[in-house]
């Protein structure tokens, strides 16, 4: 049964935010700038404009990193109320990404993409039996250097349906009993 549709991530989607560590290196370069144009100092300028330089090409990697990933759910068996719902989530159309989370639910799993593939087991909690939606699929990049987040979430549009588990030994006891009659 496949869930996801498998539509290549547009890159107006994609947000990017700053870690702690990035909002620490915005101060730094801030300070360094300031630090330069106060005592007149030209290596200081130019430090701080290196270290401004390197934080642009990492939110453009990370960004990069993420822009025109295919993304497919796919569900791997069968699931009962009470149990666990077995997903695949296959990641295509790269040649080669680095680090990607990915996370539904309470279930997380980074991986990575080799000759334009990647897939991730997860794992996601079925507790009561009728129709299920699915909580939102979310991929995350921080690479290469950690100082942003490059991510988005994907709300899955799917129900799934999930009956009793057969091997209750009551459900097993009412059946024979109906049967019998």
Known sequence: MSIGGGEALHH?????????FGLFWAVLVVLLLLLGINYEN???HGLAFWLFSLALISIFRSWRNLAGVRVKLAADGEA????????????????????????????????????????APLGLSVAVRGQFTLPT???????????????????????CSFIRNLSCPLHHKAVAERLSK
């Open 12 to 20: 107006a989607r994609l947000m990017i935010l700053p870690t702690p």
């Open 42 to 44: 030209s290596l200081a």
């Open 80 to 119: 009962y109320a009470g149990g666990e719902l077995r997903l695949v989530v296959r990641l295509s159309g790269r040649l080669r990404a680095h680090a990607i989370d990915v996370r539904l639910g309470d279930s997380k799993q980074r991986l990575e993409i080799h000759a334009g593939e990647g897939s």
């Open 137 to 159: 699929l979310t991929l995350e990049s921080r690479w290469p250097l950690g100082w942003c987040v490059c991510g988005l979430g994907l709300p899955l549009i799917c129900r």
